[in-house]
């Protein structure tokens, strides 16, 4: 026997004693050291994984808890992937041993609180996804021995606060996201440790202000998204971050920006500021380094109080994306087409003669601040919170337009609580202990636009309570003690727009709930116990956009209830036990809707028709986490920039076929596998060969036999993989 056969007889029996270790319900692939245990129902990491392994993906199994020492094992990882897994605690010490780890992925599980040593031993990891857990607190020291990480992804968790240092140890991080959390209060001292943070992501948090003492220790950093937070004002030298080039601050609720603003910031060249309440600006002249600030989305007023603006914009060079709303004469023009002299302020008062007396001052205009309470003339600002107070404070300045009394004891909001307040627009009294509103509580709050009730114990409301504030237009009723929606209460309120009641105890909606809340656009009721929707309860609320139902009881798809919605684009129903969907259960919304969530509700079935009347108009479409083994054909949906079908059991046998010609045929990463057969199980339904007996196969799948054409279809384009949606679309660690 030559010494080649010698070579080949010991390689064969090398992959037979390394296939003879890979655990049951794995594919090993010993030549590139991947491992593949995928949505099966392994309840411990399996010890018989070899040892020379260097990427394991465990997606969709239930472990619980990762024990210490979990992969001493495996010591040669680089890349593991625990997605969906049902993880809740990260024992300390439970990746000790894995020093070579580059990549970790905990997205998707309900992981509450990171230990000091949880992740101890991961000095080689560069990037930590823990996305969609529910993450509320970290230890002090979590991150202390990850030296190497330059990515660190905390979106969609929980967290409120961080405290001073708390990522101390991440020395070459680049890029944090806390997008979708809770967070209003930053320590000082929060991001004092990250020398070599380039960007910073706190979209779509509870942030009320700019936390500029917090951010001024970021000297580095480059870019910051600060959108879809209730930030209502930008303060004097509000930002002092030296090399900060891009600033978002879009879809918040700014209503005044100060001309010194970012005057601290001279790098700054992109300034975003769509979607606010802005009704104009003044000079940004000390932000001298500006190439472009874009408005577009607020009711700009180009009269007389513009010009100062509009001239600074032509001096300074500065490019404005904007359009006029008022006055009507100008709605609609852009703001680069305007010329001083059509700027005209004509409806206003003329200056006082010069004979007549100067006006006095009112007695209430020097009112002082209430004692225990910090008030800023400056900004505009009043604040008791966290006081211990019993009652509602009074004599605040005239002139306050936020006021913020979280967290006293108020337990009751009488009636004329908030007396000579006309220029109040922003209120806040979350964590007030709350059991009642009197008639007429807030009477007088004529500008009064936010009003912030969460986490309260309200029952029941009246109308009466809202009267005197009708320009109220954001209304959160989170975390509440509300068994129905509190019927008759929006009457009082033409201008309300969004209305969230999250996370009380609703059992259903009935016809009437909603009336007079004819000019809503956003609904949020996730979190509640509602099994039934009455056909006419939503009859009242023509605009609604978007209308969140998830984690409810919902057994079906409420058809009836959204007829009369011809705007509605966003309907998240996930989270609900609907087994099945029945024919043309969205009809109703065939010519509005973009956005589907239909994931993790336990789905059986689909009907074939299920989808009829939708098509181009669907951008994201969440199917992720069901059990139906098929889908409806929706080749007519040619608009999709997401379309999510992770861990769906498909059987992929002839009756698949047309969904494996149509995701081939995709530029998106869909995620989906197969269930079954056995021989298919956890193979991406796009390249499993079992299609090939089928009766049909090779009409039309000339590009489908390719090897090479199907590996370039299944890579998503830079311009669809991530979709819209930073918090749910798909990126590359998702794939």
């Not at 603003?261 to 932000?287: H, K, T, V, W, Y």
């Not at 006055?327 to 087409?337: E, I, Q, T, V, Y």
């Not at 009457?491 to 909606?509: G, V």
Request: hydrophobic share 40%; with cysteine; net charge neutral.
């Amino acid at each position: 026997m030559g010494p080649s056969w010698g070579l080949l007889l010991l390689a064969v029996a090398s992959g037979a004693m390394a296939a003879a270790h890979c655990p049951a319900p794995c594919v090993c692939d010993n030549l590139r050291a991947h491992v593949l245990c995928l949505n099966g129902s392994l309840t411990a990491i399996p010890d018989t994984i070899p040892e020379l392994t260097r990427k394991l993906d465990l997606r969709g199994n239930s472990f619980t808890i990762i024990p210490a020492g979990a992969f001493l094992a495996t010591p040669y990882l680089t890349h593991l992937d625990l997605q969906h897994c049902k993880v809740e605690r990260l024992e300390e010490g439970a990746f000790r041993g894995l020093g070579r780890l580059v990549y970790l992925n905990l997205a998707s599980n309900g992981i509450a609180l990171l230990y000091q040593e949880s992740l101890d031993g991961l000095f080689s990891l560069q990037q930590l996804i823990l996305e969609g857990n529910r993450i509320e607190e970290i230890q002090p020291g979590a991150f202390g021995h990850l030296g190497s990480l330059t990515v660190l992804d905390l979106r969609a968790n929980a967290l409120v606060y961080l405290p001073d240092m708390i990522f101390q140890g991440l020395q070459v991080l680049r890029w944090l996201r806390l997008s979708h959390n809770a967070l209003h209060v930053l320590g000082s001292e929060a991001f004092a440790a990250l020398p070599a943070l380039r960007r910073l992501s706190l979209d779509h948090n509870e942030l009320q202000a700019l936390p500029g003492e917090a951010l001024a220790k970021l000297d580095g950093a480059t870019r910051l998204d600060l959108g879809h937070n209730p930030i209502t004002y930008v303060a004097e030298e509000a930002l002092a971050m030296a090399s900060l080039r891009h600033l978002f601050l879009d879809h918040a609720f700014l209503q005044d920006v100060a001309p010194d603003a970012f005057a601290r910031s001279p790098q700054l060249r992109i300034l975003d500021l769509r979607e606010n309440q802005l009704q104009g600006l003044p000079p940004l002249a000390r932000a001298g380094g500006l190439v472009r600030v874009s408005l577009d989305g607020n009711p700009l007023l180009c009269s007389c109080l513009l010009r100062p603006f509009h001239k600074w914009l032509a001096r300074a060079r500065v490019q404005a994306e904007g359009a006029c709303a008022a006055p009507p004469a100008l709605r609609g023009r852009s703001l680069n087409s305007l010329k001083s002299p059509e700027m005209r302020c004509s409806h206003l008062r003329p200056p006082p003669s010069p004979t007549a007396p100067p006006e006095q001052p009112s007695s209430a205009g020097s009112r002082q601040c209430p004692r225990g309470c910090v008030c800023s003339p400056d900004f505009h600002h009043g604040s008791c919170e966290n006081r211990d107070l019993r009652e509602i404070p009074r004599d605040f300045p005239e002139d306050t337009h936020l006021l913020d009394l979280r967290q006293n004891p108020f337990r009751t909001v009488p009636p004329d609580a908030f007396p000579g307040l006309k220029e109040l627009v922003s209120l806040h009294l979350q964590r007030c202990s709350i059991r009642e509103m009197h008639a007429g509580a807030l009477r007088g709050l004529e500008s009064l636009v936010y009003l912030y009730l969460t986490d309260n114990h309200l029952s029941t409301l009246e109308a009466a309570a809202f009267e005197g504030a009708p320009q109220l237009a954001y209304l959160d009723l989170d975390h509440n003690a509300f068994t129905r929606v509190p019927a008759g209460t929006f009457r009082l309120l033409p201008n309300l727009i969004s209305l969230h009641l999250q996370h009380n105890a609703i059992r259903e909606l009935v016809e009437g709930d909603l009336a007079g809340a004819r000019g809503l656009r956003w609904l949020y009721l996730a979190g509640n116990a509602i099994k039934h929707i009455a056909p006419a309860a939503l009859a009242p609320t023509k605009m609604l956009e978007k209308l969140h139902l998830e984690g409810n009881r919902l057994s079906e798809v409420p058809t009836a209830a959204l007829r009369g919605l011809p705007a509605l684009s966003e309907l998240k129903l996930s989270r609900n036990p609907i087994k099945h969907m029945g024919d043309g259960v969205f009809l109703p919304l065939a010519s509005s809707l973009q956005h589907l969530y239909l994931d993790n509700m336990g789905l059986e079935q689909i009907s074939p028709y299920a989808f009829t009347g939708l098509g181009p108009k669907i951008r994201s479409l969440y199917l992720e986490s069901n059990k139906m083994s098929n889908i409806p054909d929706m080749s007519n949906f040619t608009g999709l920039e997401i379309l999510n079908l992770q861990d769906v059991p498909f059987q992929c046998d002839c009756q698949l076929l047309p969904l494996h010609r149509w995701i081939n045929k995709l530029n998106l990463c869909v995620g989906a596998t197969c269930g079954s057969p056995t021989e298919a199980q956890g193979l991406k339904v796009k390249l499993s060969t079992t299609f090939q007996t089928c009766s049909g196969w090779g009409q039309g799948e000339a590009g489908d036999t390719n090897p090479n054409k199907t590996k370039a279809a299944s890579k998503p384009s830079k311009k669809k993989r991530l979709g819209k949606s930073p918090a749910r679309g798909f990126s590359k660690s998702r794939a």
